[in-house]
């Protein structure tokens, strides 16, 4: 479903979506122990 009432700027051009998203060294660390306690089942 689209809304009618949005528009795109002027210089906007739409490209392919890649799904590329590059975490940083801390986000992925936090990636990896949030993945671990779930699978531990931990809830805090």
Same mark, same amino acid.
């Given at each position: %479903?689209t $809304?009618p009432?949005? /528009?795109?700027?002027?210089?906007?051009e739409?490209?392919?979506?890649a =799904?590329?998203?590059?975490? =940083?060294?801390?986000?992925? %660390?936090?990636? /990896?122990?949030? +993945? /671990? +306690?779930?699978? $531990?089942?931990v809830? +805090?």
């Amino acid at each position: %479903m689209t $809304d009618p009432t949005f /528009e795109n700027a002027a210089g906007f051009e739409p490209v392919e979506v890649a =799904g590329n998203v590059r975490l =940083g060294r801390l986000e992925t %660390m936090y990636e /990896e122990l949030f +993945a /671990e +306690a779930l699978e $531990d089942g931990v809830e +805090a």
